[in-house]
């Protein structure tokens, strides 16, 4: 049973231009959370989609979007990139939006922005 | 608003010492407590959790007990291994949507 696995797992991008990333659930998951996770800091919690719809947002700009397909795998884009965007880019699986339900994190993509 | 407030680390100990982590929160309702742990140059795996007060979530020798009287849940581990070097994130959830907030991470290390 595959876990949560995410593409790129590494990526350079330059100040300005746009980028996207790719998240596959834990099989039988049907909800995706997104966290940014900057060097020596805790991640922080970017968005979630459940049924093809963003259902939470964190405190992050309108640059940060993303979207979630009917196989509930999901896309993070940004755009505009900044230097400050460099960071770790977690996806996050679980299964049903209304509980408690544990989260499975995959390994991530980590960004440069130069 | 919710936040998770965690000891500063790096923490050094040596193999087969004990270990506390200590971890306070503040949250709006009745939050479910976690702690995940990153191993160098990978994601977060979750390491235990608790639901509810006086709840004890334990793993791999680790344990935690979701105090609510002390809004805390400090992880702890009677003897260490150079194997458990890694960082350790506590972490919390309230309400439905599982939309954690995490503290900033101690990292161990273990040493022969």
């Known amino acids: 049973d595959a876990g949560v696995t995410q593409s790129p797992t590494h990526l350079i991008k330059t100040r300005g231009q746009q980028v996207t990333l790719r998240c596959s659930p834990k099989s039988g998951h049907d909800t995706v959370s997104w966290y940014q996770q900057a060097l020596g800091q805790g991640p922080q919690f970017i968005f979630q989609y459940y049924e093809e719809e963003e259902r939470q947002r964190g405190n992050f700009p309108d640059r940060f979007s993303g979207h979630q397909f009917p196989n509930y795998s999901s896309e993070l884009n940004v755009n505009a990139l900044l230097l400050g965007d460099s960071a770790l880019y977690l996806c996050a699986s679980s299964l049903d939006l209304a509980s408690q339900e544990t989260q499975y994190f995959g390994p991530g993509t980590r960004l440069l922005v130069l | ?112």
């Open chain 2, 1 to 112: 608003g919710n936040s998770v407030t965690q000891m500063e680390g790096p923490v050094t100990l040596s193999e087969e010492a004990f270990l506390t982590i200590n971890c306070t929160y503040t949250a709006t309702g009745y939050p479910s407590l976690f702690w995940y742990v990153q191993y160098p140059g990978e994601g977060l795996q979750l390491l235990l959790k608790a639901t509810k007060a006086d709840d004890k979530g334990s793993n791999k020798g680790f344990e935690a007990t979701y105090r609510k009287e002390t809004t805390s849940f400090h992880l702890e581990k009677g003897s260490v291994q150079v194997s458990d070097s890694a960082v350790y994130f506590c972490a919390l959830s309230t309400g439905g949507g599982n939309k954690l907030t995490f503290g900033t991470g101690t990292q161990l290390k273990v040493e022969l």
